[in-house]
């Protein structure tokens, strides 16, 4: 594998997702989103900085938003090569895909659950990341991207998957200058139009490996110390009956991307032993998996102060 043929997987991924027509509206409204995303990639950032220079970056934190960010993202940056390729008046054998590695840059910010760090380390292997890695709780958000520009000067937009329902999401648009207070660099924001349910529709649909906190009943991870399994997914002993919750997206799991046989496994990472002791001693447990939960409003209700 190198990160050409990943790109070409995510782009195929991407490809079948846009070809499905089963009706669902959920399905339609996140091929709108993702034909949307696509356009903002290809033709308002990479006419801008060329993703093969060494100009953009990607920020990851493991969550499920820049996740699905990455898969597009791959999945036009292979767009991008070979239609470079088509249009250039050598025989497309001459070509090779020009980056080995994505510039990435993760801000380790404060106590986080190792299963999340493992998924990230997962994810630099399988997408071909270059992380950055900024020293833990050593500084504030943008102390840690003024240092990231120091190592990579060159840098000069950096893609993020925020959305519009995120916290102070709301007014934001795709390309932006960071506010004062922060390091001057552009903010390439491509996924803010994307709905909690938009999310999960295409990541359960890749079939790619998500993180094992999700199954358990998470739904936006934060730190350890300020993050539960989301209490609205709590099972209550009615859900065996009729009125228990139902999963969403029982189509994407079972007619996932390469699934030769319809079944309903989601592939998840294994939790770590710490994080599944701390869910045990905690009694965190018996939480439908976060994937249940499709309303935007209660995407943070797991966030807690203590
Ligand atoms: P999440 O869903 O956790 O994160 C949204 C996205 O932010 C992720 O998909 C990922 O792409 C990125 N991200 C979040 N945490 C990390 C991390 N620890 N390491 C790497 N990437 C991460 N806020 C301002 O008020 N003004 C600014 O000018 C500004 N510039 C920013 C520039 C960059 C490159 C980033 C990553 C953030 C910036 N922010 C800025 C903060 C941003 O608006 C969000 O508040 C922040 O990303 C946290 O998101 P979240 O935890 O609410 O949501
Ligand atoms: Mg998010
Ligand atoms: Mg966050």
Redesign the pocket.
């Known amino acids: 594998m190198t990160l050409a043929d990943i790109s070409e997987h995510c782009h195929n991924i991407t490809n079948s997702y846009l070809a499905v027509t089963n009706g669902s509206e959920l399905v339609e409204s996140t091929q709108e989103a993702i034909r949307l995303t696509r356009y903002h990639l290809l033709e308002e950032v990479f006419s801008r900085w060329d993703p093969f220079g060494n100009q953009l970056s990607?920020?990851?934190?493991g969550?499920k938003?820049?996740q699905v960010?990455l898969i597009l993202y791959l999945s036009c940056l292979w767009e991008f090569f070979i239609t470079k390729t088509r249009n250039s008046q050598y025989d497309s054998q001459y070509h090779q895909f020009p980056l080995q590695f994505l510039p990435t840059?993760?801000?380790?910010?404060a106590e986080t659950f190792n299963t999340l760090e493992q998924s990230i380390e997962s994810a630099r292997e399988r997408y071909f990341l270059s992380i950055y890695e900024s020293p833990r709780n050593q500084t504030s958000?943008?102390e840690a991207?003024e240092n990231y520009l120091k190592v990579h000067s060159t840098a000069k937009a950096?893609?993020?998957?925020?959305?519009y329902t995120?916290?102070?999401?709301a007014d934001?648009c795709c390309i932006q200058?960071?506010?004062s207070?922060?390091p001057q660099?552009m903010?390439v924001q491509p996924?803010l139009h994307w709905t909690l349910a938009n999310v999960w529709s295409i990541l359960l649909y890749s079939n790619e490996e998500i993180c094992g906190l999700y199954e358990k009943g998470f739904t936006?991870?934060?730190g350890i110390n300020s993050t539960v399994p989301n209490p609205a997914l709590k099972i209550r002993n009615d859900d065996a009956t009729s009125c228990g919750k139902r999963n969403p997206f029982e189509w994407e799991i079972s007619n996932a991307y390469g699934k030769e046989t319809p079944c309903n496994k989601v592939k998840v990472s294994k939790l770590t032993d710490a994080d599944e002791v701390l869910l045990q001693s905690t009694g965190q447990l018996d939480f439908h998996p976060g994937w249940f939960l499709i309303n935007d409003s209660l995407e943070r209700a797991g966030r807690i102060r203590r």
């Open positions: 990607f920020s990851y934190n969550g938003d820049c960010l840059v993760y801000i380790n910010q958000m943008p991207f950096i893609v993020i998957g925020i959305r995120d916290p102070f999401g934001l200058e960071t506010d207070g922060w660099f903010r996924l936006s991870i934060g």
